[in-house]
């Protein structure tokens, strides 16, 4: 019943930023877990960023730990994830998904998830 609507995408240079957002809608936002996960041309999705309804737990993959940050606004019904010091690798497709009760790094843990905006990184 959660729908979940990416924005925030687009072509930038390596080094620079971007701020992704996810609005959701159809459900109690509170009370959900939210990753952001991306899939890169012929790879597999891969897990990016979890963080848990109350932002008292949040975990990074390896890959971004120092350069991403995820947060939530839950009077707005939003998550964000900022990303700085982008590399052309981070090149990929990033979806936000959802969760009830605690919450994972694994991308079958998440029920709801949405259409994906893609982020382009150049050299």
């Known amino acids: 019943q959660v729908q979940l609507v990416e924005s925030g995408g687009g072509l930038v240079q390596a080094g620079g930023s971007l701020r992704l957002s996810c609005a959701a809608s159809?459900?109690?936002?509170?009370?959900?877990?939210m990753g952001w996960f991306r899939q890169a041309p012929g790879k597999e999705r891969e897990f990016v960023a979890a963080i848990s309804w109350s932002s008292s737990t949040i975990y990074y993959a390896d890959s971004v730990k120092g350069r991403f940050t995820i947060s939530r606004e839950n009077a707005k019904n939003s998550v964000y994830l900022q990303m700085n010091s982008l590399k052309p690798d981070d090149t990929a497709v990033y979806y936000c998904a959802a969760r009830k009760s605690a919450v994972k790094t694994q991308e079958y843990e998440y029920a709801y998830w949405g259409q994906g905006t893609q982020v382009t990184v150049s050299s």
């Open positions: 159809g459900g109690t936002f509170s009370i959900y877990a």
